[in-house]
């Protein structure tokens, strides 16, 4: 649990740079790309990221939420710029309408009592489980994955290096 504002913006600035770096290789073709029939498409996983930061409005914050669309857009370029606005318009409500004691607080969260400072370490770990969905995704539709949390696979190809089996 986050007991200190200012330790969950840094941890998310963070992650969310590596997310921005995730979305902004997407391509409008890539958007279609699924793991198999039935199943979310690499820009539904991707636009979800985008859409579900508005669950912190549930805990009592306000701010933009983002666009209404009933599918996710067929435009990459648009769903990182989303993702941006977003991102920046939740860290400066948490930042204006909450302080350290609003993380201990208990809100009742679809049936579950959640302290707000968990509801945020939530946030960040769905961010990180859906990230990693996409780079999944991104290879089968021919995308080259960017660094994450480490080199990939390229990178090492790259600087002359045997990857890691």
């Known amino acids: 649990m986050f007991t200190k504002i200012d330790e969950f913006i840094k941890e998310f600035e963070m992650e969310s740079a590596i997310t921005e ?12 790309q699924m793991v198999s ?5 690499l820009g539904e996983i991707a636009w ?21 669309e009933e599918a996710a857009p067929l435009s990459a370029a648009k769903i990182a710029s989303e ?6 318009a939740m ?31 939530f946030t960040l770990r769905h961010e990180i489980h859906h990230r990693g969905q996409l780079t999944v ?3 089968q539709a021919g995308l080259r994955v960017p660094p994450v949390l480490g080199p990939t696979r390229e990178d090492w190809i790259d600087k002359g290096m045997k990857p890691y089996a």
């Open 21 to 32: 770096r995730v979305l902004n290789t997407l391509t409008d073709k890539s958007l279609t």
């Open 37 to 41: 029939d039935n199943q979310r498409t």
């Open 48 to 68: 979800h990221l985008v859409s579900s930061i508005h669950f912190l409005t549930y805990l009592g914050l306000s701010y933009d939420e983002p666009l209404a």
């Open 83 to 88: 993702y941006r606005r977003i991102g920046k």
């Open 91 to 121: 860290l400066r409500a948490i930042g204006s309408q909450w302080t350290d004691e609003s993380l201990s607080q208990v809100v009742n969260v679809a049936g579950e009592d959640w302290r707000n400072g968990d509801s945020l370490r």
């Open 137 to 139: 995704l991104m290879r």
